[in-house]
């Protein structure tokens, strides 16, 4: 399988596209993209077309680059305004609206996206709670769900995939104290992951297909042994074939596994890992075979084996980047 990386920085203000070697876990870099500014999140088209950046500065925008099907290579295509300084980017199953979600301006917004793979103005811009920091939607792309860091809540929304409108549903109330950040739904449906930035909880919640509704049904640790002072989770990923579930903890540069129970959604602890200087964000390749976190102090990407029977991470070595790499994408190519 041949995998390709996409990672942005927030201090050099570009993109960076790495090959990965999937027997050896090796990084190399192919490209770098100049995008300007504080460059942060990212997110993919369903059909890995196209590879959208928010820009975090003025002037606010999401920038649109063409994937190349063979080389895995970035084409820009161009940028569209966003309403705020976005924390977080998503597209919607058909690939046809994108979601973004501010944390200093607590709102989220919809967009349309074109047929050339580029977005549009917003078309629909709604308040939040204090500091929105994912959105996304869930299966069936029928519900929209964002998680209210400040209002220790998750929002959740019906959602039209063929006009792209969001209309309120009830939202989950969690634990004072939790702040909530982002969220993982399991591949094969049933059941979502929500990581606690503030208190480093990962909350496993069942969802009624139907109406959507979320219901919590387990909710453990994931800072490592003797942790000491105040959490700072970063993100959380699970394995294609959602057998594993990992997260991120900065202030301990920290990785954590739990192995998944398939029919009930249950997490197991499976141990905790070292990793690079304060990892924002990390991915796993579409193997499963590697996990690759971004080190925002280290201005390293870090690849670590997944052993495919326990769901262990092991080191395998490191990759110099760019200047703060906040994100990382992860494709393979056919």
């Known amino acids: ?114 047929a050339d793979g580029v977005p549009l103005a917003a078309q629909q811009v709604l308040p939040t709670p204090p500091h929105a920091h994912c959105i996304r939607s869930g299966p069936g792309n029928r519900h929209v769900y964002a998680a209210s860091l400040g209002g220790d809540c998750v929002l959740h929304w019906h959602f039209d995939p063929a006009n792209g409108q969001l209309a309120a549903a009830a939202p989950l109330a969690l634990p004072a104290g939790t702040g909530p950040r982002h969220l993982a739904f399991h591949p094969q449906g049933g059941f979502a992951y929500l990581l606690g930035e503030l208190d ?82 990390f991915a796993i390749d579409p193997s499963g075979r590697f996990l690759l976190a971004a080190g925002q102090l280290s201005h390293r990407i870090a690849v670590h084996a997944i052993d495919p029977a326990t769901g262990a991470l092991s080191p395998s070595g490191e990759h110099a980047v760019g200047r703060n790499p906040n994100w990382v994408e992860l494709i393979a190519l056919p």
């Open 1 to 114: 399988m041949t995998c390709r990386a996409y990672v942005s920085h927030a201090e050099s203000g570009d993109l960076w596209v790495l090959a990965l070697d999937t027997r050896s876990g090796a990084l190399d870099t192919l490209q770098r993209v100049a995008v300007g500014g504080v460059v942060m999140p990212l997110a993919l088209s369903p059909d890995q077309r196209f590879l959208y950046a928010a820009r975090r500065n003025e002037p606010l925008a999401v920038a649109s680059f063409a994937i190349d099907p063979a080389s895995g290579l970035l084409a820009p295509l161009g940028e569209a305004p966003l309403p705020h300084s976005m924390a977080y980017l998503a597209t919607d199953q058909g690939g046809r609206f994108l979601f973004s979600a501010s944390y200093g301006d607590h709102r989220v917004a919809v967009s349309p996206i074109g």
């Open 200 to 281: 480093g909880s990962l909350t496993v919640l069942a969802i009624d297909r139907a109406s959507g509704t979320l219901s919590p049904l387990q909710t453990v640790s994931s800072l490592p042994p003797g942790f000491e002072g105040t959490p700072w989770a970063a993100d959380l990923r699970l394995t294609p074939d959602g057998r594993f579930l990992y997260s991120s903890e900065r202030r301990s540069s920290t990785l954590a596994a739990f192995r998944v129970d398939a029919a009930t959604g249950r997490l197991d602890p499976a141990g905790h890992a070292g990793t690079t200087a304060q990892p924002r964000s």
